[in-house]
C-alpha cells in the first residue's frame, strides 16, 4: 500500500524555522526519486526540492540557500528543512514519490503523493 504521510507544518513568524517530515510506505526513499511541492491559495503547485536515489538534490530558486532536502533511508523518512521563512512561503506542502530513482522537474512525472502539510509565515 502506497502512503506518504506529511507532518510538520506550522505556523511561524518570519525568519523562523520549520523541518518538514515524510513518512513513506510502498516507496523506498533510498532508490526512488522523493520531491516537495507546494501550493499557495489561488496558485498552481510548484515543485520546491527533489531527491534522485544518489542523493542528487535539486531545488528552485525561491528554497536555494533557505531550504534542504534529505532522505533517512533506515527510517523511510524525507526531510525538508526551511530556515529563513518567508511569508511568501506560506502554502500547503506536499511530498511526492516517482517510481523511477531519476528526478525530472515537474509534477506531472510524479506518481503518488501525500495529503499535505500547511506551514503559514507571518
Known amino acids: 500500500q502506497v502512503q506518504l504521510v506529511e507532518s510538520g507544518g506550522g505556523s511561524v513568524q518570519a525568519g523562523g524555522s520549520l523541518r518538514l517530515s515524510c513518512a513513506a510506505s510502498?516507496?523506498?526513499?533510498?532508490?526512488?526519486?522523493m520531491g516537495w511541492f507546494r501550493q499557495a491559495a489561488g496558485k498552481e503547485r510548484e515543485g520546491v526540492a527533489s531527491?534522485?536515489?544518489?542523493?542528487?538534490?535539486t531545488y528552485a530558486d525561491s528554497a536555494k540557500g533557505r531550504f534542504t532536502i534529505s532522505k533517512d533511508n533506515a527510517d523511510n523518512t524525507l526531510y525538508l528543512q526551511m530556515n529563513s521563512l518567508k511569508p511568501e512561503d506560506t502554502a500547503l506542502y506536499y511530498c511526492a514519490a516517482r517510481r523511477s530513482g531519476v528526478c525530472i522537474w515537474g509534477r506531472r512525472y510524479y506518481n503518488s503523493w501525500g495529503q499535505g502539510t500547511q506551514v503559514t509565515v507571518s
Open positions: 510502498g516507496y523506498t526513499v533510498s532508490s526512488n526519486c
Open positions: 531527491i534522485d536515489s544518489d542523493g542528487i538534490m
